[in-house]
């Protein structure tokens, strides 16, 4: 299993799309479930919701032995923690990427350009709101990549190498 973190806006579903087409892999997508959740009561306090449900879907997907992808912000380590034991109950191995872009001007433009399809429910999150996130860095992560210097093709690659050969049968 493949579990994403980084802020709004730096890149984690492109590259994480990628990768479910390239593996192939099912792709879990925290702020659609959350929307799900959210649709109808646009207000209504959801808490980890979102993360536990994908969390049990990886783990049902692992079990009949689907690679897994979780795209989600992931901000602290008590999510980090939820995703690995969703993993190790599902069979699989783990492997956490932080995406970061450190051009903040860059990270700002893709935040405020980027077109999104998630539907009612969504909040989309605003610059102000990205740089008050509370967003604990994940140093425990396998991977740390900058899309500052990476596009999410190279990415991408960089993530099925640090797989190892083969498919990603465990990821």
Known sequence: MISFAGLPGVGKTTIARLLARKCPAVFLRVDEIEAVLRAGDPGREIGPLGYEIAAALATSNLRIGQDVIIDCVNPWPLTRAMFARAASA??????????????????????????????????????????????????????????????????????????????????
């Open 90 to 171: 599902g069979g699989a191995g783990f492997l956490g990427v932080e995406i970061v872009c450190r051009d903040k001007a860059l990270h700002r433009a893709r935040l405020e350009g980027r077109v999104r399809d998630i539907g009612e429910g969504h909040v989309e999150p605003d610059w102000q709101a990205v740089l008050q996130r509370d967003y604990a860095p994940w140093p425990e992560a396998a991977l740390h990549l900058d899309t500052g210097e990476l596009t999410a093709e190279r990415a991408a690659v960089r993530i099925l190498a640090a797989l190892g050969p083969g498919p990603a049968k465990g990821a």
